[in-house]
């Protein structure tokens, strides 16, 4: 009777050890979140310096890029500086392998990054969100009146710069070039920066370039100074067919009085927008987002005045960041 008595103690203590453990071992398991969360994450960490890519030096995104460069260093307080670069494609990329924080993008191209497309077949870029969009980007073909181009059907044939390798310009001279019929075999491509462009057609080398930018386009400004520039126009119908086809691009125009244009010049655009690393934190994307659209009095480029919070998501394609979305919803913009 002791026997059975001590083996049912001796059951019945096992029994109970093993339930506390049990239970120590589910609050151990519940409390592990816990001590995760106590702990800081790298995408939270703030960086101790930043980098803003934004494009060759004659265009519009290296001088736009050095105000908003200064204004997220006021803001966040950590230092960030505007790096010349290779522009839209070869800024997606650059974010993808880790190697910046900030870059401007054209939203055709940002889209065609995170879908895989065209230049990115392959190279999807998975961990880049929006920041916003900015201000149209013009495509303009720029020539001089001595070269007699006076169609997109004229450059049949000619000397044609189509971009720098890596940049959304590419895409959009492709584009516009097969809504016309026409290839890059067609021409005499050349993958010119827009100083080596604007250079090109200044000393004879090059007939007419592909330039996408914010007009005016310091390159274009420069080589106005001493030829007389002609942009190519793209009639309402050319438009309107790739438009058709493309839905990224919008009617736009050359304003007159710029280039010493005395009539302004139908053509399209696509949108310049400011894009970031995913792993930033919201707070961060927050406070950045805020600065820029609410300090545009201190951009000192001219393009400064098309950037408007409400214009922020307009055509921008791809996730917009967590922390941007936050001051959109802030000051109820796409509600």
């Known amino acids: 009777m002791k026997k059975k008595s001590f083996l049912l103690a001796t059951i019945m203590l096992l029994t109970l050890s093993m339930f506390l453990a049990a239970c120590g071992g589910g609050n151990q398991t519940q409390e592990q979140p816990a ?3 106590g702990e800081a994450p790298a995408q939270t960490e703030a960086p101790k310096f930043m980098s803003l ?3 060759g030096t004659g265009g519009t995104y290296y001088p736009l890029g050095g105000s908003l460069a200064n204004i997220i260093s006021d803001a966040t307080g950590i230092q960030t500086n505007a790096e010349v670069s290779g522009a839209s494609a070869e800024n997606m ?3 993808k392998d880790g190697n910046a924080e900030i870059a401007f993008s054209q939203t055709d191209i940002a889209s065609y990054a995170k879908e895989g497309k065209l230049m990115f077949e392959g190279n999807v870029v998975d961990n880049v969100q929006a920041i916003g969009t900015l201000y149209p980007e013009t495509i303009q073909i720029v020539t001089t009146a001595k070269s007699g181009i006076k169609s997109v059907e004229d450059l049949k044939g000619k000397t044609v710069s189509v971009g720098a390798p890596g940049s959304g310009v590419l895409a959009n001279a492709q584009q516009v070039l097969e809504i016309h ?3 890059f075999d067609d021409l005499k491509a050349q993958n010119l920066s827009f100083d080596e462009s604007t250079g090109g057609i200044q000393d004879g ?4 370039a592909f330039i996408t930018a914010g007009a005016p386009t310091g390159a274009v400004e420069g080589l106005a100074a001493t030829e007389d520039v002609v ?3 793209i009639t309402q119908e050319k438009i309107d067919e790739l438009i058709a086809k ?3 691009y919008a009617k736009d125009e050359v304003p007159a009085g710029i280039y010493g244009l005395t009539e302004p010049v139908s053509t399209v655009a696509v949108q310049a927008m400011l894009v970031c690393r995913d792993d930033l934190s ?7 987002t805020k600065a820029i659209f609410e300090n545009t009095d201190k951009i000192t480029h001219a393009k400064g005045e098309l950037i408007k919070a409400e214009n922020g998501l307009n055509g921008v394609g791809i996730e917009v960041h967590p922390g941007a979305q936050k001051y959109y919803d802030e000051i109820g913009v796409g509600k």
């Open 35 to 37: 001590e995760s969360e």
């Open 53 to 55: 890519l934004t494009g």
């Open 93 to 95: 990329t650059t974010l």
């Open 181 to 183: 019929g026409l290839t």
């Open 205 to 208: 080398s090059i007939d007419a």
């Open 231 to 233: 942009i190519v126009p």
């Open 246 to 248: 493309y839905p990224y």
């Open 282 to 288: 919201e707070d961060l994307v927050y406070t950045m």
